[in-house]
């Protein structure tokens, strides 16, 4: 009798155990890849402000930024998700400065980045350091940082092109690249 | 005969109070005034079809035009006997107590921004055409704008009319656009 309570017990723990762990393995904010769109949309405390068949859009701020939240779909499954940075800064070298912040962060969290690089395509402002904000904004430099974890891949990219810049962190499932891969194969077909 | 001056007192008194309100002459005044700067704003907003001087004439003349409207209602309510009070977020509207320094110092902006409205025709007849012509009418146009907008706010503070920004306030709405959401960023990442 003692041994069967012990057991029921166990079973009660490793239950529980395995329960909370899971609930709490989150991929992007309090979201898993593979989740539909309405289990994303009852995980956001946020109104929407942009859907569409494939997509989900949030404006929220992270680290007193202002960033929209883009959710990705395919056949009602969550493969990709975005944090898209929308601050406008006069001094265009103050990106730089929420790139690196977004990149401590997300160290801070996941260790090392695997890939932690800037390349110039074109050199012409390399030696003026006040000048690296217009680079990016004209596609001559690009930083980026990436990080890997059992499910996901993430990338942090600040780029630019026509004096305009883009401050992204994206996250993709890992499990999910092919169906991803699948969908955008026959988008591509679909065009011709 | 105590009585009696008593109630001369309370007379005076009341007639005193009243006298601090400006009257419905006084409104009609300002209101003749206004209709004599709608004209000439009219005229100037019919003068140019497009770019930014036909904006501004046509800023300022809107902005006249509600000035007048405001006014118009005042001195409707003060003909026909009909108590007008203004209640501004559920609370009824009292003019400010420092209202005739506000007055003041709107008076002293006026005439501060004439002089420079003197200055620039001045500066614009200098140009008949071209860019710089350009720059320097809507310079003009600008300090009339700015004139016209100070003249409202003096306008509605004199006859105890409540200002209101009718234009929402663009920050505030991007504030709230962008809410942050509950728990720590790190968790977000």
């Known amino acids: ?192 | 005969m105590p009585r009696l001056i008593i109630l001369i007192f309370f007379a005076f008194t009341l007639l005193a109070n009243c006298s601090r309100v400006p009257s419905s002459e006084e409104l009609e005044k300002d209101i003749a005034l206004l209709d004599k700067r709608i004209e000439e704003t009219t005229k100037a907003a019919q003068e140019y079809t497009g770019g930014i001087i036909s904006v501004l004439s046509n800023v300022r003349l809107e902005t006249l035009k509600t000035t007048k409207a405001m006014l118009e209602q005042k001195i409707t309510g003060i003909k026909r006997y009909i108590p007008i009070s203004y209640t501004v977020s559920g609370k009824e509207y009292t003019p400010p107590e420092n209202k005739q320094e506000i007055m003041l110092e709107l008076e002293r902006d006026i005439k501060e921004l004439k002089e420079d409205l003197s200055e620039a025709e001045v500066e614009s007849e200098d140009y008949n055409s071209g860019l710089l012509g350009e720059l320097s009418l809507s310079k003009v146009f600008s300090i009339k704008n700015s004139i016209t907008f100070l003249e409202q706010k003096y306008f509605l503070l004199k006859h105890d009319i409540p200002f209101y920004l009718v234009m929402p306030d663009a920050q505030k709405s991007e504030e709230t656009d962008f809410i942050q959401t509950p728990g720590e960023d790190i968790d977000k990442f």
């Open chain 1, 1 to 192: 009798m003692k041994k069967l309570l012990s057991i029921i017990l166990l079973a009660l723990f490793v239950v529980l155990f395995s329960e909370s762990g899971f609930a709490g393995d989150y991929n992007f904010r309090k979201t898993k890849w593979g989740m539909s769109i309405a289990q994303v949309k009852s995980s956001e405390p946020l109104e929407a402000s942009e859907e569409s068949e494939n997509i989900l859009g949030y404006k929220t701020q992270v680290l007193g930024k202002n960033v929209l939240v883009a959710y990705f779909f395919i056949d009602n499954q969550l493969v990709r998700t975005r944090y898209i940075l929308v601050d406008s800064h006069t001094n265009k070298n103050d990106f730089i400065t929420d790139y690196n912040d977004f990149k401590e962060i997300l160290t801070k969290k996941y260790g090392k980045p695997k890939e932690d690089e800037s390349y110039w395509k074109n050199d012409l402002y390399k030696d003026n350091h006040s000048h690296w904000g217009t680079a990016i904004s004209m596609g001559h430099l690009v930083y980026i940082s990436n990080w890997e974890t059992k499910d996901t891949e993430i990338n942090n990219i600040l780029t630019g092109e026509n004096f305009n810049i883009s401050c992204i962190v994206e996250y993709s499932s890992k499990n999910l690249e092919e169906l991803e891969k699948k969908a955008q194969e026959k988008k591509n077909l679909e065009v011709f």
